[in-house]
């Protein structure tokens, strides 16, 4: 008797996530196999094998030709068929010399196989599920002629007996005129292993018109087996041959001996004295919901009460007692009726009948902690505090164990399961999105019109909703809740750097602030209320506000805001957290491997691919950056405590921050490669939508160009500038000059130095006024004066001023080797 009681656990089933073994093959798709217990025992015995890269290639269809190969290895042996040959081509399209020859060659003279009715076999072409059952029925020793498999029904007969034998058994959703793809033509021999080899008396043929037509002859009848030694399971026999007792006498069995990682009852293959692997038996029944132990005696068809084991994500815990007419739950047996683990929604529980064992497996919810670390193959996470705790002991995921870290990002939401606190399996979480219009606490969540039960891992199930919003919300494979998160849109978020009165009036004058946006706008605004409260000029106390509602209520945070005839509401929020002025404490460490690390003075936290990162540069500019791989660096100035940083947190990640660069520095990041030196401004210009750029004549990477700026100016000639930005115009917006201050703080890119003396040159070093410049290949010295530019060599630089004295600014670009790559040499 098998019930499954949840409309989804068959899907469920098939995913990864449960994909549980410990085999002895290990395929680098091996996640992506459905199959596995077939799979590794098809692949142990070398009937069907992976690719040369590693792969098995689960959903690749299967040949005609490859199929007649999987049966002359599970007749012959792979050593014998991969010894085949023809002499002749077997079909006119299956020539002598072709790679499947000897295969089809052999299964044709069986009588395994025929060709169409043109001659051809079309060894390249697909077959499907009933085509492939004909051929295993074959190796199994049915007759095609007396059972019926020619003629215009031969699906129906082939149907007929390969489903009465079980040949289809473990796919659920068998269609056999669809093509057999590798991994089920594995489960369809894998059943073929276990299946009765049969065989058949004399049978009675005439000759009509040429051809052969068997008219009479006994039917199939099962090979006897009493050989001891043949026996594959247990050690048992049932006095009947089966496939692998006649085909692979080494392959056994063994039932009872062990338990998987979850305590499940489980069976053990064995090819020879090798472990091919442990696979979890079928449970009895199956829930996915709160169980009560009244249902469990009903639908196992008890006659009296049972004391059954119980083991919860591997750990094992008290007897739990099935028994009638009692209600308790299967939460009793761990001993913690308060955090529900494996009683509620969303908990796997398998019952198990004879061994009087129940299992459990819970579904927890984590986050991936950036991407995937390629050199050391392995993919960290991290829990998320509104979900129940898994108990893993570690959270850092290695190759050797999974096969499809890579295919995780940062940020990314996953499903996991835990035994023994090791980390077992592992797949992406399903996401739905809608507007959330009602919710009972501890129960549903209403989204986009549908109605979500929570998980029993939910641990903030209690959790309240701003209605008519957003929400995202992470199922388990069940579809029950594991976590929701806002869907806040990110327009509705404002740095407020200051607030102040618009006017010298007392009580009735309007209250200002001064607003930074996540689109880089910067503007005054007008306030009308702040939490809900009416706020006027009474309210303002230096750039704070005060009795607000009772509270004060301080500037230099993030606030929520709604935006009502042009005024503002806003919402202060306990996410927002920085502190002013707080000097060499102010960091924010660009992306490597292990993230990005924001430092706002009185704490550090972690960016991550949603960032906002708004920038207010010392030049007053405001710049918006988003992602941790996009952030430049910045760092305050080592003596001078005017950067700012604010940041709002969520879920231990930064969500927004802002920066005022102050006097520190602001380098890399998203701003090009670009490096520009301007010599001289050229000429005003206004583009076909009214923008204004001012054009210099430049050298844009060693090149000699103009290049338009979106602001005029023409103050900005004789400098090298880098961290370059466009705009969608190709206007340079943004730049950083290269000066001593900037060259001093960026060692490692340039160099900056006022000379006045002499040159010389020795092989690959120039020294100008006693500075030495070590020079790459091909390396150029520009020689620019005004807007004449030279390009000399170091040996012509050297001549001219062997005794004159070179009076300049001297630029220069370094490599990755600290090689000078470029010089600058601006008179």
């Known amino acids: 008797m098998k019930k499954f009681l949840s409309m989804v656990l068959a899907l469920a089933m098939s995913t990864s996530l ?7 093959k290990d395929f680098t798709d091996s996640s992506k196999i459905k199959y596995s217990e077939a799979v590794d025992v098809v692949s142990a015995l070398d009937i069907v094998d992976g690719y040369a890269d590693g792969s098995f290639n689960p959903s690749a269809t299967l040949t005609r030709g490859a199929a007649a190969k999987i049966i002359c290895n599970m007749i012959l042996g792979p050593t014998t068929a991969d010894a085949l040959s023809a002499d002749t081509a077997p079909f006119k399209d299956v020539p002598a010399n072709h790679t499947f020859s000897g295969y089809i060659a052999y299964c044709a003279q069986k009588g395994i196989i025929s060709g169409y009715a043109d001659g051809t076999f079309r060894p390249a072409g697909t077959l499907t599920g009933y085509a492939f059952m004909k051929m295993l029925l074959g190796a199994l020793g049915y007759d095609a002629d007396i059972e019926g498999y020619t003629g215009s029904n031969w699906t129906v007969a082939v149907a007929k007996q390969a489903m009465g034998i079980g040949l289809d058994d473990g796919n659920d959703k068998f269609v056999g005129t669809q093509a057999v793809t590798r991994e089920e033509a594995c489960l369809y021999a894998f059943n073929t292993l276990t299946a009765d080899v049969v065989e058949y008396g004399s049978k009675t043929t005439v000759n009509i018109n040429g051809a052969t037509v068997v008219v009479g002859g006994n039917e199939a009848s099962k090979v006897s087996n009493t050989a001891a030694a043949s026996k594959h399971y247990d050690g048992e026999g049932d006095g009947v041959m089966q ?24 069976k053990t293959w064995y090819n020879k004295a090798d472990k091919i692997g442990t696979y979890a038996k079928e449970a009895d029944v199956v829930y996915t919901t709160k169980t009560k132990a009244e249902t469990i005696y009903k639908d196992l068809d008890l006659s009296k009460a049972y004391n059954y084991a119980t083991v919860v994500d591997g750990v094992k815990g008290s007897d739990f007692v099935v028994t009638k007419k009692d209600g308790t739950t299967v939460n009793g047996a761990t001993g913690d009726a308060d955090t529900k683990v494996g009683s509620g929604n969303g908990s796997l529980i398998e019952v198990y009948k004879d061994e009087q064992v129940i299992t459990v497996i819970n579904t927890y919810l984590m986050q991936v902690t950036g991407d995937y670390d390629k050199k050391d193959e392995k993919l960290t996470l991290t829990e998320i505090d509104e979900v129940k705790a898994s108990g893993a002991k570690s959270f850092n995921l290695s190759s ?39 919710y009972v606490r501890e129960d549903t969540v209403t989204a986009g019109g549908t109605v979500y039960k929570y998980s029993a891992m939910n641990d903030a199930s209690d959790k309240s909703y701003e209605l008519k919003s957003e929400y995202a919300l992470y199922l388990d494979p069940y579809g029950y809740v594991l976590y929701t998160d806002g869907v806040e849109a990110e327009d509705n978020y404002v740095f407020i750097s200051e607030f102040a009165k618009n006017s010298q009036l007392t009580t009735n004058s309007k209250v200002v602030a001064y607003a930074y946006f996540l689109d880089g706008k910067d503007d005054e605004i007008t ?19 005060t009795n607000v509602d009772g509270q004060s209520v301080n500037a230099g945070a993030w606030f929520k805001y709604t935006l009502k005839d042009g005024k503002y509401n806003l919402t202060a929020t306990n996410k927002s957290k920085g502190n002013d002025n707080v000097g060499t404490n102010v960091t924010v460490v660009n992306y490597d491997s292990k993230g990005v690390t924001i430092n706002y003075g009185s704490g550090t936290t972690k960016g ?24 430049p660096d910045i760092a305050s100035h080592a003596s001078i405590n005017d950067t700012y940083v604010s940041v709002y947190e969520d879920s231990g990640y930064a969500k927004y921050v802002f920066v005022k660069q102050g006097s520190g520095t602001v380098t890399g990041g998203s701003n090009s490669s670009d490096v520009v030196f301007l010599t001289a401004p050229d000429k005003i210009g206004t583009d076909a939508d009214e923008n204004s750029y001012y054009r210099y004549s430049a050298i844009l990477n060693g090149e000699e160009t103009k290049v338009k700026l979106d602001t005029n100016s023409n103050t900005l000639g004789g400098y090298l500038y880098t961290e370059i930005e466009y705009d969608e115009h190709g206007y340079i917006t943004s730049w950083e000059k290269v000066d001593s201050t900037y060259a001093n703080n960026n060692k490692k890119d340039f160099s900056y130095n006022a000379v006045n003396g002499t040159v010389t040159q020795k092989s690959n070093t120039i020294t100008i006024d006693g500075v030495g410049y070590y020079l790459a290949n091909n390396a150029k010295i520009f020689l620019i004066e005004g807007d004449d530019v030279t390009v000399v060599t170091a040996k012509k630089l050297a001549t001219d001023y062997k005794t004159a004295s070179l009076k300049a600014n001297v630029t220069g670009v370094l490599n990755a080797d600290g090689e000078y790559s470029a010089l600058y040499i601006c008179k």
């Open 18 to 24: 449960f994909t549980f073994s410990a085999s002895a």
């Open 243 to 266: 496939f692998c007792e006649q085909y692979f006498k080494d392959l056994k069995l063994k039932s009872g001996e062990s338990q998987d990682d979850f305590g499940r009852p489980a």
């Open 400 to 438: 050797d164990d999974f096969d499809n870290l890579a295919s995780f990002s940062d940020e990314e939401y996953v499903l996991v399961t835990v035994a023994n606190g090791d980390i077992k399996s592992i797949a992406k979480a399903e996401k739905v999105s809608g507007t959330v219009t009602e």
């Open 527 to 545: 306030i009308d209320k702040v939490n809900n409260s009416k706020v006027t000029g009474t309210n303002v106390s230096g750039s704070n506000l």
């Open 608 to 631: 991550n691919a949603s960032t906002v990162f708004v920038v207010l540069k010392a030049n007053g500019d405001v710049k918006v950056y988003t992602g941790i791989k996009n952030v």
